[in-house]
């Protein structure tokens, strides 16, 4: 938190408790923060919007995760074809609590604890009728132009988005289980890790998530790779067997340092890229065994120079990874329920919803590895004497 503590959460049914100004209370409102096309960031009273369908449920939004994607949103106004041409909310990682269900939910009641999955398929299209839905041309992603994101009071979301936390689970790292279940994903699309050598290049928190989920996949050695000491001190209490720090010059000669200072043989099975640099793709590559596995998680250029002798003579296979499909949220939640992954030490700052713009330019100094923001009202609500780091909550519930 950048200016105070939390403090425990009272009546999570009582609206009186969460509002965020006096008139709430008589006209509930939906508090939002809004990037402009002009990449300013202003508060807005919005109306509560009512439940698309039937099936739909209303999540008050405790706690909401900042993705890099958020930060080029503000930063650049656009992410490839995805322009701010509008007026809209960021967000897409967040957790929160039940308020209404639809009349045709069943799996769901009002006080359940739920990360959302922030993206819906339209579940007609041929690639969704094969279950890739995270591939949907018609996909519907939160905080994606031309769709309003969590970073709110209220976030509707179809029933089966919302994935009921474990009693032992905060809401602070269920809004975490968003980027976790894109580590799954990653890590998934390897193969069957068990007893195979990984290299997770970028410290960044989708690599270091892949990190953790590569080790509670059995993976015999998780070797993190970053430019940055203190992430790679990290890496080393977040899993990783081993770490490298990249060096300036060709992309090969890290490489070579890479898998002899790690002993990795012949180099490794598997790599994961969680960064889109040039650069690192081509050390990861070079550092893959004989029939390796690629899989790319991070984001650079459009267009990138690869080794793709290599490639040839290696028989590396290439894999693009995009967000999550069905099973990864599951997956993801029972990895922090088995307590296999534990992401409290991730967050590393917390905001309340009045420091959001601050939150934001916290992540865009690259400070610390994971920043939340508390949703409208929320910290206000809260009893006096709990400090955020250790944010346990006596209500199971939060």
């Not at 939906?30 to 449920?57: G, K, M």
């Not at 009349?103 to 094969?130: H, M, Q, S």
Request: charged share 20%; glycine share 10%.
């Amino acid at each position: 938190m950048a200016t105070q503590n939390l403090q425990s959460l009272t009546d999570v049914t009582n609206p009186d408790a969460w509002t965020s100004s006096s008139r709430d209370t008589l006209t509930p409102v939906n508090t939002s923060f809004v990037l402009s096309p002009s990449r300013r960031f202003s508060y807005e009273d919005r109306p509560v919007a009512q439940l698309p369908t039937s099936r739909h449920v209303r999540v008050r939004i405790i706690a909401t995760g900042l993705c890099g994607s958020d930060i080029h949103y503000w930063q650049h106004g656009r992410i490839g074809r995805y322009i701010v041409e509008a007026p809209i909310v960021l967000g897409h990682e967040s957790a929160g609590i039940v308020e209404e269900c639809g009349p045709d939910v069943k799996t769901l009641a009002v006080g359940d604890r739920v990360a959302i999955e922030p993206g819906v398929g339209c579940n007609t299209c041929e690639t969704c009728r094969r279950g890739r839905y995270n591939l949907c041309s018609s996909m519907q992603f939160a905080a994606t132009p031309p769709y309003d994101g969590t970073l709110s009071t209220f976030y509707n979301a179809p029933e089966e988005c919302c994935f009921q936390l474990p009693p032992h689970i905060s809401l602070r790292e269920g809004a975490l289980v968003e980027p976790l279940s894109i580590a799954v994903h990653c890590c998934s699309l390897a193969g069957n890790l068990q007893g195979r050598s990984v290299i997770v290049v970028g410290a960044g928190p989708i690599g270091l998530l892949c990190c953790a989920v590569a080790q509670a996949f059995s993976a015999s050695k998780v070797v993190v790779v970053d430019a940055i000491d203190s992430r790679l001190e990290f890496a080393r209490g977040f899993g990783a067997t081993g770490v490298y720090k990249m060096e300036p010059g060709l992309p090969e000669d890290n490489a070579e340092k890479l898998v002899r200072s790690t002993q990795l043989g012949d180099g490794a099975d598997v790599a994961i890229d969680a960064t889109g640099a040039e650069p690192c793709i081509s050390c990861a590559i070079s550092a893959l065994k004989r029939g390796g596995v690629l899989v790319q998680a991070g984001l650079g250029a459009p267009k990138i120079t690869f080794p793709i002798g290599q490639i040839c003579d290696k028989e590396t296979t290439l894999k693009g990874s995009f967000r999550y499909g069905p099973g990864d949220y599951k997956l993801a939640i029972n990895l922090l329920d088995s307590k296999r992954i534990q992401l409290d030490s991730l967050i590393t700052h917390e905001f309340a919803f009045t420091e959001a713009e601050q939150a934001f330019e916290n992540v865009a100094r690259r400070t610390g590895i994971k920043s939340i923001i508390y949703g409208p009202g929320i910290v206000r609500a809260m009893a006096e004497g709990i400090a955020v780091p250790t944010f346990a909550p006596a209500d199971p519930r939060l």
